[in-house]
C-alpha cells in the first residue's frame, strides 16, 4: 500500500494486477526476511553471551564497573576502561547481578542493533535489497559476534558510527536543529566510550563536507555548514563536560604512564612497518568464518560498488573517500597502529558496499533480472546468513578468539582452589589469566589477597601457566617479584584445557632448572604425573 500510495501522490498511472501482486509479495518476503536475519543475530549471541571471562573485561569488571560508580567512572589509568561503556555494565551488574551474560549484556544489545542500523543506512544510502544483504551478513559476522559478547566498548562504538551516518544523510537535506543536537550528542556519547572515536566521527564529518561539494545549492551549503559548525561546537562542550571529573583529576598530578606509553607516537620507520601487518589482522579477523567462495563474492560486489557508484546512489561521494581521507590523516598525525579490533567498525560499511555492488551487478546482468531482484536478494540475505551461521557455530573460533585475552579455565579454576586453598597460599598467575581469576575469586566470595604477590611467600605458592602464550616458571615468578625466594621444586597437581597448575612449597631445593621450561616438556613436575 505504501508503494501503491507513493505512486498515486507523484502522478502515476496505477500498475497493472500483476505488478501490484508482485510488489505486495516482494515486501511481505523482504520483511520477512528481515525479521529471520533479527532472528539469526540474536540466537547467534546468546549462544555465546556465557562463554568464559575473558581478559580485558574481566579488568574491566574488576576494577571500573564493579565499585562504586565516581571511582569506577573517574579511573582512566588504563585505556581498558570505555567510559561510557563501563556506566552501563555497572547498571546491568547492579540490575542482574555478575553473571558473564549481565556483565555483557550493554554490549550484546548493541550488537543487535548494529543490524537493523546496518539496515537502515544501507538503505538510506543505496536500497532496499543491498541493505537486506548487508543485514544479513552483519547479523552473522564472526567478529561482529565476538565483540557483542565481550564486555567492551566496541558494538556500542560501531552502533554509534551507524548512528552518525545515518543522521547524517537526513541532515544533507534536511539540516534542522534539532537533528545537529541529536548529531552532537551521539558524536558525545562516543567520544565518552572511547578516544578513538575521533576516527569514526571525523569520516561522518568528511562526508558531510564531500558531499556538499557542488551537489547543493549556495544557500543550502551554508546552512549545512552553520549547522554543522554548531554540532562540532556543542559535541565539544557536551565531551568537555562528560570528561570534567578526569581533567580535573589531570591537573591535580593524576598520572597514567600506561596510557601515555600506549598512545605515544612511533617512529616511522616502527609505523611503516607494523601498520600493513596491522591491517593483513584485520582483513583476517573480518574474513573469520567466511568460506572462500563467499569471500571472493565480497570482494567482487567491493570492486563493482566502487565502479557502478553513479548507478547506485544518489550521493556522489562514496563512503570510501572519506574512510581513506580521514584514517589516514589521523593515522599520520598520530602514528600509532591501532589494534584489530579498532575497526570493527568500519565491518558494517564494507558489508554494505559489497552488497550494493552485487545488487549492482545484477541489474547490469540482465534486462529480466531486476524485475526479481527483490526476491532474489531475500533469497540470498537468507542463505548467506544461514550459511554464515552454521560455520560460526561449527567453528566456533567466537569463543576461542585470543583477541582480547583468552582464558576458558577460569571457572574451574577458582573453584579447585577454593576447595583447597590455605590460610597463607599465594597464587601467581600472568596474564591473561589474572583478570579472569579475579573476577571468578569475586563471583565465588575468594579474598582477593590471594592473588597479590606482595607479603610472605614463605608457605605454599600455586603457579598458573597459560598454555598458549608460551608462560614459564620464571617469568611468572619475575612478574611477581618472587625469583628471589626459595620456593622449592615446582610439582602438577592440576592439568586444565589451557592451562597447567603447579604447588611449590619450602623444601630448601633448587628449582633454577625448570624456569624456562614450560609444562610438558619431560622436567621432574611432568614425569610425576
Known amino acids: 500500500m505504501s508503494t501503491l500510495g507513493a505512486l498515486v501522490r507523484r502522478g ?16 511481505t518476503v523482504h520483511r520477512a526476511t528481515f525479521v529471520v536475519v533479527i532472528l539469526f543475530a540474536v540466537v547467534l549471541r546468546v549462544v555465546f553471551l556465557s562463554q568464559p571471562m575473558r581478559f580485558d573485561e574481566a579488568l574491566t569488571f574488576v576494577h571500573f564497573a564493579s565499585p562504586p560508580l565516581p571511582r569506577g567512572l573517574y579511573n582512566y589509568a588504563s585505556p581498558n576502561n570505555h567510559i561510557f561503556h563501563t556506566l552501563q555494565v555497572h ?32 538503505r538510506r544510502l543505496y536500497n532496499r535489497d543491498a541493505a537486506l544483504l548487508a543485514s ?54 562516543g567520544f565518552y566510550t572511547m ?35 554548531f554540532a562540532l561546537g556543542l559535541t565539544l562542550i557536551l565531551t568537555a563536560i562528560l570528561y570534567a571529573p578526569l581533567i580535573l583529576k589531570v591537573l591535580g598530578g593524576w598520572k597514567a604512564p600506561l596510557l601515555t606509553r600506549l598512545v605515544a607516537p612511533k617512529k616511522w620507520s616502527v609505523f611503516v612497518w607494523r601498520l600493513p601487518w596491522s591491517l593483513r589482522h584485520v582483513w583476517r579477523q573480518w574474513n573469520r568464518d567466511i568460506p572462500t567462495v ?15 557508484h553513479g548507478r547506485l546512489t544518489r550521493y556522489r561521494v562514496p563512503l570510501v573517500l572519506p574512510v581513506l581521507l580521514s584514517c589516514g590523516v589521523l593515522l599520520t598525525m598520530q602514528r600509532v597502529v591501532p589494534r584489530v579490533r579498532f575497526w570493527l567498525f568500519l565491518l558494517p560499511v564494507y558489508f554494505g558496499l559489497v552488497s550494493s555492488g552485487f545488487v549492482g551487478l545484477l541489474n547490469v546482468v540482465g534486462a529480466k533480472v531486476p524485475r526479481y531482484r527483490s526476491l532474489l536478494c531475500s533469497i540470498l540475505a537468507l542463505a548467506v546468513s544461514a550459511w554464515l551461521s552454521v560455520d560460526v557455530l561449527r567453528n566456533n573460533s567466537v569463543y576461542y578468539s585470543k583477541e582480547t585475552g583468552w ?37 565465588n566470595g575468594l579474598p582477593l589477597r590471594y592473588l597479590k604477590s606482595k607479603g610472605d611467600m614463605n608457605r605454599r605458592v600455586l603457579v598458573l601457566l597459560h ?46 632448572e625448570y624456569w624456562e621450561q614450560p609444562f610438558g616438556t619431560g622436567g621432574a613436575a611432568d614425569r610425576r604425573n
Open 467 to 512: 598454555k598458549s602464550y608460551g608462560q614459564t616458571m620464571e617469568r611468572v615468578l619475575a612478574k611477581n617479584r618472587a625469583v628471589d625466594k626459595d620456593l622449592g621444586v615446582p610439582e602438577i597437581i592440576r592439568e586444565y584445557e589451557c592451562a597447567t597448575l603447579y604447588e611449590m612449597n619450602n623444601l630448601g631445593k633448587p628449582f633454577e
Open 136 to 189: 544479513g551478513c552483519a547479523a552473522s559476522s564472526s567478529a561482529l559476534i565476538e565483540f557483542s559478547t565481550n564486555a567492551r566498548g566496541y558494538s556500542l562504538v560501531t552502533l554509534t558510527f551507524l548512528a552518525l551516518l545515518v543522521v547524517a544523510t537526513f541532515l544533507k537535506r534536511r539540516p534542522f536543529r534539532g537533528a545537529w543536537v541529536l548529531f552532537a550528542v551521539l558524536a558525545a556519547l
Open 195 to 229: 578516544p578513538i572515536m575521533a576516527y569514526p566521527f571525523a569520516i561522518v564529518v568528511a562526508w558531510l563536507v564531500l558531499s556538499l561539494i557542488g551537489s547543493v545549492s549556495p544557500g543550502e551549503r551554508r546552512r549545512v555548514v552553520r549547522g554543522l559548525v
Open 407 to 443: 582464558f576458558t579455565d577460569g571457572k574451574a579454576v577458582t573453584l579447585f582452589l577454593k576447595a583447597n586453598l590455605r590460610r597463607g597460599d599465594k597464587v601467581l598467575a600472568k596474564d591473561p589469566a589474572t583478570a579472569p581469576l579475579q573476577y571468578y575469586f569475586h563471583v
Open 12 to 27: 502515476r498511472p496505477l500498475p497493472g494486477r500483476a505488478t501490484r501482486k508482485r510488489l505486495g509479495m516482494d515486501d
Open 294 to 308: 563467499i569471500r571472493v563474492v565480497l570482494v567482487v560486489g567491493l570492486f563493482a560498488s566502487l565502479v557502478l
Open 91 to 122: 547498571i546491568a551488574y547492579r540490575v542482574f547481578g555478575d553473571d558473564p551474560w549481565a556483565i555483557r549484556l550493554p554490549a550484546c544489545v548493541a550488537g543487535v542493533l548494529i543490524v537493523p542500523a546496518t539496515y537502515l543506512l544501507i
